[in-house]
């Protein structure tokens, strides 16, 4: 079974910048899709990136060509770069694989001035 840990979260102005990370143990993530997902308070969890095993991205129009998701096979992890942050943005951010149905914590992530 996959155990996620996500780590990276925090208070940021809006236009800053935020790289989020998830280690996995207890099975690779070679094989595996990973995912970054959100929730605000009030809102429904919402897919925010994808990367496949082989590196092929997917994003929101929300976020595309502000976050860039990426994996290090190597080190089983997945990171999130979220550059020109809103106050939308402002939500708990996990780490998923949702094929196994595995998911981390959570961290926390504001966006405000």
């Known amino acids: 079974q996959m155990q996620l840990v996500e780590s990276g979260g925090g208070l940021v102005q809006p236009g800053g910048s935020l790289r989020l990370s998830c280690t996995a143990s207890?099975?690779?993530?070679?094989?595996?899709?990973m995912q970054w997902y959100r929730q605000a308070p009030g809102k429904q969890r919402e897919l925010v990136a994808s990367?496949?095993?082989?590196?092929?991205?997917t994003y929101p129009d929300s976020v595309r060509g502000r976050f860039t998701i990426s994996r290090d096979n190597t080190k089983s992890t997945v990171t999130l770069q979220m550059n020109a942050l809103k106050p939308e943005d402002t939500a708990v951010y996990y780490c998923?694989?949702?094929?196994?149905?595995?998911w981390g914590q959570g961290t926390q992530v504001t966006v405000s001035s």
């Open positions: 998923a694989n949702t094929f196994l149905g595995s």
């Open positions: 207890g099975s690779r993530i070679d094989p595996h899709t």
């Open positions: 990367i496949t095993y082989n590196g092929s991205k």
